[in-house]
């Protein structure tokens, strides 16, 4: 089976999300700790009127650095927790508590045990006490369960955890950053399953079947179209129309061109030529060619239904 990605899939988009998340949480934590240990005395700020070299003393810088973090949690459309060395919540935004089903306010101090299920919370305790440990960040490990408000209702979420230090250094908790990808899961899924349920008709239909895409070459192809064209399927993929069958490259572009030009479908064609599955001798088809669209309605490439017609004609 070929399936075709996209670079600009949702889960590639939120993969960017959560690193750019975690790049600005670990910047945050990482000029926090240089003020707490005095090796800055000042920040430069992004103002209306261009870059500011702010001085600071010792209790301004934490509160100003404090701030910042606490305007990411707010403004982040991902959930974003930290924990204590306990395992305690100390810090929520806004979009973790909807994900756990319960207010920000009603996290804090309390345990993962107390806010998930048994099943997940013991799923997630090891992950966390290894980012402690190690001293180390976890990235992006695919999660499965449900929370203490929502046991009916499993969920997925793809999480990152990366150490929180203290003026000395040491680790002290644990930053989270959670994405829920359960719809992301299910429709790929669901694809999955249409694209097998699609694969096992097309084989097992009686006619030919394959998709080119717009510069004609072949991404799907059924075996009784192999069969007609003389060479195995995933021979195909991936090759242009003249490599596979050169006499019909022109009549081919016909077709799609009229396609292209009026979006129309092209119904009850009938080719002839040669194939390399019988060199010399001339044979005949009726084709049905479809345009495939995307869900802006731009033609993707081409869907192709072939029946040989060859003793019907003579």
Known sequence: MTTITSHNSPEAQLRAENAELRARLEKAEETLRAIRTGRVDSLVVETADGPQL?????????????????????????GLFQCDADLRFVRVNHAMA?????????HLGRTLGELLTPELAAAIEPLLRGVMETGQPLLEQEVHGATASRREEQRDWLVSYYP???????????HGVVVDITE?????????????????LLHTAPIGFCFLDRDLCYVRINERLAEMNGIPSEAHVGRHVSEIVPTLVESVRDVTDR??????????????????????????????WYPVRDRAGEVLG?????????????
């Open 164 to 174: 929180v230090r203290g003026a000395d250094g040491e680790v002290v908790g644990v």
């Open 54 to 78: 702010f001085s600071l003393q010792a209790e301004e810088r934490i509160a100003r650095q404090v701030s910042e973090v606490d305007a990411l949690y707010a403004t982040a459309p991902t």
């Open 184 to 200: 992301h899961k299910r429709s790929a899924a669901e694809l999955q399953r249409v694209s097998v349920l699609l694969d096992t």
């Open 302 to 314: 081409f869907g192709v239904f072939v029946e040989e017609i060859t003793e019907r004609k003579r």
């Open 259 to 288: 396609i292209l030009a009026s979006g129309e479908a092209v119904l009850n064609h009938e080719f002839s030529g040669e194939t390399p599955a019988a060199p010399g001798v001339t044979r005949f088809w009726s084709e049905r």
């Open 98 to 106: 909807e994900l756990n089903g319960q207010p920000a306010a009603q």
